[in-house]
């Protein structure tokens, strides 16, 4: 196959690891006939069988790239590139058939290339040259591909409906939780706010209390000494020390009544 096929570098890089592959899958296979252990050949085949997963993912890979540049190149270019991804297909199946030769002989169990059991390429990658098809076969390769992209695409406007109505409820949830947040916010300042009102008045209260039980002490130690006082002068009247109770009279004095005779001058 032709290497001078005008390629992206993208596309060189991918080319570059398929013809490594290649490379190893040819010189493994010269190497199964010179190993007689048939454990060996065993292991031998299976790194030959994980190579030829890697080198179909490339070649898909190879075809990804194709198709998203496809608009970009020459139509000459284009047929080229696929002559070269049909070429590659065909030197994999290629080696699929030898392994599948020395797997027979060998006669051990069946090793899965593939996970839908087909070793063949052409089931995900379509064998038949682009050159052999008639018109009506193209035609109908292309509005296949096209179906498939108009329903890729009308998936991915699906998942992004569903994007925006998950991240429009999001929104919404983070706006009443915002809201809920700051009424939560101004009720913390109300009972903040009301504790310190109470903390205040907790206090004055303390302070009459406290004002109103001195009051009632010095009332209480007045008339105390007003009692001791009355008793004090009723039991002990001559007692000149201690003064007399504004208000309260004197006790009485003993008096002489000086009697007037009337008649005694006569």
């Not at 496809?70 to 139509?75: L, S």
């Not at 406290?210 to 009247?237: E, H, Q, R, S, Y």
């Amino acid at each position: 196959m032709a290497s001078d096929v005008p390629m992206s570098p993208e596309l060189e890089q991918v080319d570059g690891e398929i013809q490594d592959i290649f490379r190893a899958l040819q010189n493994g296979f010269q190497k199964m006939d010179k190993i007689k252990d048939s454990n060996r050949q065993s292991k031998q085949l299976e790194d030959l069988t994980g190579k030829m997963r890697e080198c179909k993912r490339l070649i898909k890979e190879f075809d990804r790239i194709l198709k998203e540049e496809e608009k970009k190149n020459p139509p000459d270019v284009n047929k080229q590139l696929n002559d070269k991804k049909q070429f590659m297909i065909k030197e994999l199946n290629s080696y699929v058939t030898l392994r599948k030769t020395y797997q027979s002989s060998l006669g051990n169990k069946r090793i899965e290339l593939f996970d839908t059991g087909n070793d063949q390429v052409a089931e995900d990658t379509p064998v038949q040259m682009a050159s052999e098809m008639s018109n009506q076969e193209l035609i109908s390769a292309g509005r296949k591909q096209m179906d498939q992209t108009d329903q890729a695409i009308e998936r991915s406007k699906m998942v992004v409906a569903q994007t925006v109505e998950v991240g429009a409820q999001t929104a919404a949830t983070l706006t009443q939780q915002t809201e809920q947040m700051k009424r939560i916010g101004n009720e913390l300042d109300s009972v903040h706010f009301s504790l310190k009102k109470a903390s205040q008045m907790v206090k004055e209260i303390g302070r009459q209390v406290a004002t109103d039980k001195c009051i009632m002490a010095f009332l209480f130690l007045i008339v105390c000494g007003v009692i001791a006082i009355i008793v004090v002068k009723i039991v002990n009247p001559h007692n000149k020390s201690i003064r007399d109770i504004p208000g309260l009279a004197p006790p009485a004095m003993n008096r002489k009544l000086l009697s007037i005779d009337p008649f005694g001058g006569l």
